[in-house]
């Protein structure tokens, strides 16, 4: 979906073994006493994935709305599963298909269905090169497709995920996964700090300098490393992110004696990149 707003091009399915649409759950142990999501507290621990995982973070982010509860994430899917089956987690998050039939899980919330992954070219590419890439991919001998698990197919339709992503997006601008419990949902108190984004410098050693200009009519100079930039949803690189309106949550920023602030995003939830009208 990111891809097709940057006016990238479809070429092929990741995973054409696999049906075009998948889905996440949320798990407990067999033995355990939660029932459904309806039974989480804020004490209730539950293991995430990546911050850009839509399976084991994206999804249960939209289904735990409104919920308060103790979060470890940046977890792959074995470890969620290894954290929930040692006791060192109440809940966990991964794909549907593979706990579905793990006799020592049990599912507690199915998700709504999620488009799949494709392959899709750089519009920077030149029409030129984009053709021989595709050309390339898709005569390639059919080892390497299964070996790069890939093939051509019918691209996945985003429209109902986009609506999704919308609320996550909404829940994400507010939840501060820097301290527990985390809430997700939005109160008077997790408002953050609201901003443009106008020019960016590149300071070296990987680290980026954006320039806020806040609604304050203030500016602040935020520090992020282009790998924690990297995850943050529609804000993957410092070209991406500049010109666009922007919410820091759960950063205290430091004054200057200037007028002027500072801070660090430390963490891809930190900073959310707002959609036209948010």
Same mark, same amino acid.
């Given at each position: 979906?990111? %891809?097709?707003?940057?006016?990238y091009?479809?070429?092929a399915?990741?995973?054409?073994k696999?049906?075009?649409?998948?889905?996440?759950?949320?798990?407990v142990?067999?033995?355990?006493?939660?029932?459904?999501?309806?039974?989480?507290?804020?004490?209730?621990? /539950?293991?995430?994935?990546d911050?850009?995982s839509?399976?084991?973070?994206?999804?249960?982010?939209?289904?735990?709305?409104?919920?308060?509860?103790?979060?470890?994430a940046?977890?792959?899917?074995?470890?969620?599963?290894?954290?929930?089956?040692?006791?060192?987690?109440d809940? &966990?998050?991964?794909?549907?298909?593979?706990?579905?039939?793990?006799?020592?899980?049990? #599912? /507690?919330?199915?998700?709504r269905?999620? $488009?799949g992954?494709?392959?899709?070219?750089s519009?920077?590419l030149?029409?030129?090169?984009?053709?021989?890439?595709?050309?390339?991919?898709?005569?390639?001998?059919?080892?390497?497709?299964?070996? %790069?698990n890939?093939?051509?197919?019918?691209?996945?339709?985003?429209?109902?995920?986009?609506?999704?992503?919308?609320?996550?997006?909404?829940?994400?601008?507010?939840?501060n996964?820097?301290?527990?419990? #985390?809430?997700?949902?939005?109160? %008077?108190?997790?408002q953050?700090?609201?901003?443009?984004?106008?020019?960016f410098?590149?300071?070296?050693?990987?680290?980026?300098?954006?320039r806020?200009?806040?609604?304050?009519h203030?500016?602040?100079?935020?520090?992020?490393?282009?790998q924690?930039?990297?995850?943050?949803t529609?804000?993957s690189?410092?070209?991406?992110?500049n010109?666009?309106?922007?919410?820091?949550?759960?950063?205290? $920023?430091?004054?200057?004696?200037? &007028?002027?602030?500072?801070?660090?995003?430390?963490?891809?939830?930190?900073?959310?990149?707002?959609?036209p &009208?948010?």
């Amino acid at each position: 979906m990111r %891809a097709k707003d940057n006016s990238y091009k479809w070429l092929a399915r990741m995973y054409p073994k696999y049906p075009l649409t998948f889905q996440s759950a949320l798990f407990v142990r067999s033995d355990s006493l939660i029932k459904s999501i309806e039974d989480i507290k804020s004490t209730t621990t /539950i293991a995430l994935g990546d911050y850009n995982s839509a399976s084991s973070f994206y999804m249960p982010t939209y289904d735990l709305y409104g919920k308060s509860t103790t979060v470890t994430a940046g977890h792959r899917s074995s470890k969620i599963r290894e954290l929930v089956a040692n006791k060192q987690a109440d809940i &966990g998050a991964v794909v549907y298909s593979t706990i579905k039939d793990d006799p020592q899980f049990r #599912v /507690i919330q199915i998700s709504r269905e999620i $488009p799949g992954t494709g392959v899709y070219l750089s519009p920077k590419l030149s029409p030129t090169v984009q053709k021989q890439i595709q050309n390339i991919l898709e005569n390639a001998p059919k080892k390497i497709k299964e070996q %790069a698990n890939y093939d051509t197919g019918k691209e996945p339709d985003y429209k109902e995920f986009r609506t999704i992503a919308l609320r996550a997006d909404q829940v994400l601008s507010c939840a501060n996964f820097s301290r527990n419990p #985390v809430q997700f949902f939005c109160n %008077a108190t997790s408002q953050g700090i609201l901003g443009r984004v106008a020019g960016f410098t590149n300071q070296g050693n990987g680290m980026i300098r954006l320039r806020l200009e806040r609604e304050n009519h203030k500016t602040c100079q935020v520090f992020v490393s282009s790998q924690t930039l990297n995850k943050i949803t529609d804000g993957s690189s410092p070209e991406i992110v500049n010109r666009k309106q922007v919410k820091i949550i759960g950063v205290e $920023p430091i004054e200057l004696e200037d &007028g002027t602030c500072q801070l660090t995003i430390e963490n891809p939830t930190q900073l959310v990149v707002l959609q036209p &009208g948010a």
